[in-house]
């Protein structure tokens, strides 16, 4: 069953969530334990002191087993919220922890059902304990074993906590309808985006990796938003040159992707290339699948006529597609450009609509 992504669960919503760590977890239970007040117990004649001490350690189990309680609750609640945010938010969180929300929610909840029964446990010895020896064994290994859940999970909580703090960090990336500039260095993705958008563009990093992620919008009334989204160093190489998250951030992209423009730069003195270029657009075009690309060939304004028309001949045999002439920094033909994006959030918003 797929999950239902909801609209209002943008990455801003996860900074709410503090996720402890289990050295925090340990020192908050220590600190709430030396500090906690005990209500005197009912007096009987002889066993004053026993009672007082069994008390006690009913107090300060419960307070482990409250605190451990309410972290795995925290924990499942901010695993709901991804589960609900778009696929590639969920896609980079499981690039991190290599298991995906769903998967943990079920995890952690299992946990939690085991704290309970720790709890009741240990609660129960304690309560029908006769001697302190009895009673203060069977809260020992009561808060051991509450402890141990969250300290045998301490790797992947912290994964978690790390995942939720980078994906805060993010801007809202989704849209009504997504579009990647996708090309190699130097082609003008990033003047291309400004020019669309004709705003500052949002520049957030880009999580798990050293890269950053350039996000615009163009608002279009009544259908919607467009984003379009810049990745340098992601979808501007090939992608067996890419370490393992590199590459699994990539195919994150994937999931955000409703159309993608690739651009070329053919200008026989540009940094990368022809056949380079050619080479990254079909990485790019086996990653994205029946994803639509739009072929774009940029500055056209400073490239000479003659080898302008013989490589979009090369380019529309390659791709099968005629590529559309602009120069990004002049703007020629980005209206054109635009109207093409407009057309398909309008396309995408009417058959959502049916």
């Known amino acids: 069953m797929e999950n239902i992504v909801s609209k209002e669960m943008k990455p801003e919503k996860l900074k709410k969530y503090?996720?402890?760590?289990?050295?925090?977890?340990?020192?908050?239970v220590n600190n709430r334990m030396r500090t906690a007040s005990i209500p005197p117990p009912p007096k009987i004649r002889g066993k004053d002191k026993f009672l007082q001490l069994r008390n006690a350690l009913l107090v300060k189990l419960g307070i482990v087993y409250n605190i451990i309680d309410s972290e795995l609750i925290k924990i499942i609640e901010a695993l709901k919220t991804i589960s609900l945010m778009h696929p590639f938010y969920n896609e980079l969180f499981t690039t991190k922890t290599r298991k995906t929300p769903r998967d943990l929610i079920k995890r952690f909840t299992m946990l939690k059902h085991t704290a309970t029964r720790i709890y009741n446990d240990a609660k129960q010895q304690i309560k029908t304990g006769l001697t302190g020896k009895e009673i203060v064994g069977a809260f020992k290994a009561g808060i051991g074993r509450l402890l141990s859940?969250?300290?045998?999970?301490?790797?992947?909580?912290?994964?978690?906590?790390?995942?939720?703090?980078?994906?805060?960090?993010?801007?809202?990336?989704?849209?009504?309808?997504?579009?990647?500039?996708?090309?190699?260095?130097?082609?003008?993705k990033s003047t291309l985006l400004k020019k669309l958008t004709h705003a500052k563009p949002e520049i957030s990093p880009f999580p798990f990796t050293?890269?950053?992620?350039?996000?615009?919008?163009?608002?279009?009334?009544?259908y919607g938003k467009i984003t379009l989204i810049d990745t340098p160093g992601l979808l501007d190489r090939p992608l067996n040159k890419k370490n393992p998250i590199e590459y699994k951030a990539v195919l994150a992209l994937k999931h955000l992707a409703d159309i993608t423009i690739y651009l070329f730069d053919i200008d026989p003195h540009s940094y990368y290339t022809f056949e380079q270029q050619l080479n990254v657009y079909r990485d790019i075009r086996e990653l994205l699948g029946d994803k639509d690309i739009i072929?774009?060939?940029?500055?056209?304004?400073?490239?000479?006529?003659?080898?302008?028309?013989?490589?979009?001949?090369?380019?529309?045999?390659?791709?099968?597609k005629q590529p559309l002439l602009i120069s990004a920094e002049k703007e020629y033909n980005l209206d054109k450009l635009k109207m093409i994006l407009i057309n398909k959030l309008m396309e995408k918003a009417l058959h959502h609509k049916s």
């Not at 503090?18 to 908050?28: G, H, P, R, S, V």
């Not at 050293?210 to 009544?222: F, L, Q, S, Y």
């Not at 000479?304 to 380019?315: G, V």
């Open 18 to 28: 503090y996720i402890k760590t289990y050295d925090e977890l340990y020192n908050l």
């Open 295 to 320: 072929i774009a060939i940029n500055k056209i304004d400073i490239t000479p006529k003659d080898y302008l028309e013989k490589q979009s001949i090369r380019i529309k045999e390659v791709t099968g």
């Open 210 to 222: 050293t890269k950053t992620i350039i996000a615009g919008h163009i608002t279009v009334e009544p």
């Open 149 to 188: 859940i969250y300290r045998r999970n301490n790797d992947l909580i912290a994964a978690i906590k790390d995942s939720i703090i980078e994906l805060s960090k993010l801007p809202d990336i989704t849209g009504d309808l997504v579009v990647i500039i996708a090309g190699m260095p130097q082609v003008g």
